[in-house]
Structure formats: structure tokens, C-alpha cells
């Protein structure tokens, strides 16, 4: 069984398998992380993509879905054995090994969701609920069971959109109508939400993984990249129309790092199938490297004539105009994968970074229940509040993130530092010099450290002397 050190590299390993279409050595990996933590959401969601991916490549009929149930029958009756003597973990265990079988089921996934909440695991019962949304759009169940989780979280909009979802599919639906009515009441909707609703409305992830049909060579050097990409050329000739080619010289054009010619081809493959996720964000993601090479040269260039205000300027509207960009499609990443915790964290560091505090702070509230980022996440909002001038709940917040954190590492050290500012601020120099002494003790030349022992420690002396 692997160790929790050991997690992260299978997952890694895990993803480079599923790039390279070895589903099977991948379904190995992910099962052993699984083992070693049942509850990590990453590794039971790329677990799930990996089967759908698979379980998309091969032609399906009605016999064969009957086929499945019916071998499924013995896991199923012991799923719900295993529910009515509230054995939750062996549920669990039950559904994952029909979920093998057919990963797009959802009486399956419906299952399993159910059993998730039983066992008090909320962030995975959300994730598999999302999953059922995403591949069966008319499953009302799960969209009342989303509205409610996200309802207990006080996540107010994503709680309507899915109540929305809902009259859509039953416009006489009274508890969805009254319950969007109860919310609309409570929180205003967002400007231009239901543009962005309208969207989210119409995705039903129709995608097939650019990973199914991607080539098995790789391409190492620029002149390989030439070669594949005059091939992948030939071939897009002959079938100007399959999307997935163009996206696949999308790849290789970024590869080579001809960054235009990227973005055309994700452009054609988003023109040829205008709701497949995958390109959008690799769009982005292209479209955003742009921005940052854009801003290396304004850089450089004003780097070069420091007094030359115009290349200033201009090097500063570069750089507003890629946080504008990057906000935004932060912001639609976690509308579209709202339990995806290190993006809701970006984007929380995002909004500090443009002083929006209390956006910041919304966010890391609810980062601050992932294990991961627990520690982050709690160091942010201590910046907050302090930046908001709330220093009791700010010293609060690093003292929190202090008692977790590794001193040894940077985020420790960072932490440790800005509680010892605090606790300097509001007069506790005992405390100060304390917090100031785990790192001085570890590294003289951190920040200026060895300046604020010796400030410290003076206060000290002063403020006992008075008393």
C-alpha cells in the first residue's frame, strides 16, 4: 500500500498513463491510491474520467446495458445489504466495482453518491453528483441533491442554478420553484449570470477525450513536431471536419511554441464542436501563455529604457488586461468544476491580489475544508483579516495555520512571519519575539529577521520595565 508521500507520483503516473491511452495501468494506479486514501477526491474523479474515456471507445447497445445489470445484480444486492447495516465504506466498495463495469450508469453513480453522504464524505458525494449531472443531464434526483448540498454550504448560486435545471426539465416542480424563490429572496443574482447560466445549461459534456485518438509518438524535438505536424496536415485534409485533428495541431503547434497557430487550430476545433470543454480550456490556456509572452517582451523592452514612460504604460495595461482575462476564466473554471479546490484556491489568490478581499475571503472558507489546502488556505485568510484590519482574527487564522505548518518549509516560514508582524502590531512582543525565534533559529538571513529579533527584543525589555 502506498505511503501519503507516495500519492501524489502515482497520480502523476496515473495521468501520464491515461495521456498515452493505457487505461488499464492507469485503473491499476488509481485503485492503489484509493486503497491507501479512500477519500481523496482527485484520484476518484480522474478514476472516473480514465472508465468514461475507455467506456466511450467501445460501440454499446441495449442488450449489453442489460447485460451489465445483470452481472452487476450480486454487487448491487450487497451495496444495499451493506446500506441497511449502515457499512457504508463496504457500499462504497460495492458501486466502485459495478461503476468498472459501466461508469456512465446512474443508478450506479446514484448509489454511491447516496452512500457518500451516508458515510459523512460530502466532497465526494458532490464530485460524484456533479459527475452524474455532466453525463445524464435529465437525472432530477441528483440535481435536487446538488441544490441541497450546495444550500448547506451557503453557496447560494450554484444552488438556483441547479433548482433552475430542475423547472427546466419539470416546469410544475413546486418545492424547485419555491426554493429558487426562498434563494432569489436571500442573494441577488450575479450581472451577467444568466448569460453564464445559459451556457452551463447547455453543456452536457459531449466530448470525447482528445486522449483517445492522440497519437502514441512523442514528439521530443522541434523538427519532430515539424514532421508530426505536416502529417497531422495530410490528415486534416482528408477530414477538414473532425475536430479532434485540429486540436491535436493545437498541441503540437504549442509544443513548438508557435502560440497563434495554437490558437487558430483550438479555435477551428471549438468552431467544429462548439460545447466540448477540453478545447475551450486549452484555448484558454493557450490564449493566456500568449498574454504572458506578450508581457515578457514589454517587460524586456522597458527593462531596456527605464525612463521611457510610454513602454511603462504599456507594460502596465499588458499586465491588467492578463489578470482581467485570467479572473475571468478562473472564475468560469470553478463554476464549471465547482469542487475542484486548488482552482477555487487560485482564484481566492487572485482576488487578494486585486484587493478584493471579501471575494478572496469567500473563497478560502471554502478551500479551508480540503485537507490539502488546508494549511494555505488558513494562512490566506489570516492576510485577509489582517489586510481588513481585524487583527484578533487575524492572529487567530496564522496561529491556526502555525500549529500545522512546517517551519522548515517556506509557507511555514511565511506564516510565522506575518504572526510574528501581528502579534508586533498590536504589542505582544513576548509573543513576537517568540514566533520571530522559530525562524531566526533556522535561517539568520530570512527577510530581515535578524532586525526585527533585535526590535523586538528591546520592546520587550522597555514594555517590562515600565510596567
Not at 426562498?182 to 453564464?196: K, M, V
Not at 519532430?224 to 503547434?253: H, T, V
Not at 502579534?423 to 513576537?432: L, M, P
Amino acid at each position: 500500500m502506498p505511503q501519503p508521500q507516495d500519492i501524489s507520483k502515482l497520480l502523476q503516473r496515473a495521468s501520464e498513463a491515461i495521456d498515452k491511452g493505457n487505461y488499464d495501468y492507469s485503473f491499476e494506479l488509481l485503485n492503489d491510491v484509493l486503497k491507501a486514501a479512500p477519500d481523496d477526491v482527485k484520484a476518484r474523479m480522474t478514476l472516473r474520467n480514465a472508465q468514461k474515456a475507455k467506456f466511450e471507445k467501445k460501440p454499446h447497445t441495449a442488450l449489453g446495458a442489460v447485460g451489465t445489470v445483470i452481472t452487476c445484480l450480486p454487487n448491487l444486492m450487497a451495496a444495499w445489504l451493506a446500506r441497511a447495516f449502515r457499512k457504508y465504506g463496504a457500499a462504497i466498495d460495492q458501486y466502485e466495482k459495478c461503476l468498472a463495469r459501466a461508469p456512465l450508469f446512474a443508478s450506479f453513480l446514484w448509489g454511491q453518491s447516496m452512500a457518500f453522504q451516508k458515510a459523512g464524505k460530502e466532497d465526494l458525494a458532490l464530485v460524484t453528483l456533479e459527475f452524474l449531472r455532466q453525463n445524464k443531464a435529465g437525472h432530477v434526483a441528483s440535481l435536487r441533491e446538488l441544490a441541497h448540498i450546495y444550500e448547506r454550504r451557503n453557496d447560494i448560486q450554484r444552488a438556483m442554478q441547479r433548482y433552475r435545471l430542475i423547472l427546466q426539465l419539470r416546469p410544475h416542480d413546486i418545492e424547485a420553484g419555491k426554493q429558487l424563490h426562498n434563494l432569489a429572496a436571500t442573494e441577488s443574482i450575479q450581472e451577467n449570470w444568466d448569460r453564464g447560466e445559459s451556457f452551463q445549461e447547455k453543456v452536457r459534456d459531449k466530448e470525447k477525450s482528445v486522449r483517445l485518438e492522440q497519437s502514441q509518438k512523442t514528439v521530443r524535438t522541434a523538427g519532430e513536431a515539424a514532421d508530426a505536424i505536416s502529417r497531422l496536415k495530410s490528415d486534416i485534409e482528408e477530414n477538414p471536419e473532425k475536430p479532434i485533428l485540429w486540436a491535436e495541431l493545437g498541441d503540437l503547434e504549442r509544443r513548438r511554441d508557435d502560440i497563434p497557430g495554437a490558437i487558430d487550430a483550438y479555435k477551428k476545433a471549438l468552431e467544429l464542436d462548439p460545447l466540448n470543454q477540453l478545447y475551450l480550456q486549452k484555448l484558454m490556456d493557450a490564449q493566456l501563455a500568449q498574454h504572458d509572452a506578450r508581457i515578457a517582451e514589454a517587460r524586456a523592452a522597458a527593462g531596456q529604457s527605464q525612463g521611457d514612460k510610454a513602454l511603462q504604460d504599456e507594460l502596465a495595461a499588458l499586465e491588467s488586461r492578463r489578470r482581467d482575462f485570467w479572473l475571468a476564466e478562473l472564475k468560469r473554471r470553478v463554476d464549471e468544476r465547482p469542487p475542484e479546490t486548488a482552482l477555487r484556491f487560485g482564484l481566492g489568490q487572485l482576488y487578494f491580489e486585486l484587493d478584493r478581499t471579501n471575494e478572496a475571503i469567500a473563497e478560502f472558507q471554502r478551500v479551508v475544508r480540503d485537507l490539502k489546502f488546508r494549511v494555505q488556505a488558513t494562512a490566506m485568510l489570516g492576510k485577509c483579516f489582517a489586510r481588513k484590519g481585524l487583527d484578533e482574527l487575524a492572529v487567530g487564522q496564522f496561529e491556526k495555520a502555525l500549529q500545522e505548518a512546517n517551519i522548515m518549509e517556506e509557507v511555514g516560514r511565511d506564516i510565522a512571519y506575518n504572526l510574528g508582524l501581528l502579534y508586533e502590531k498590536v504589542g505582544n512582543y513576548a509573543a513576537a519575539e517568540e514566533t520571530y525565534k522559530k525562524i531566526f533559529e533556522l535561517d539568520i538571513n530570512y527577510r530581515d529577521i535578524a532586525e526585527k529579533m533585535e526590535t523586538v527584543y528591546k520592546k520587550r525589555r522597555e514594555k517590562n520595565t515600565n510596567l
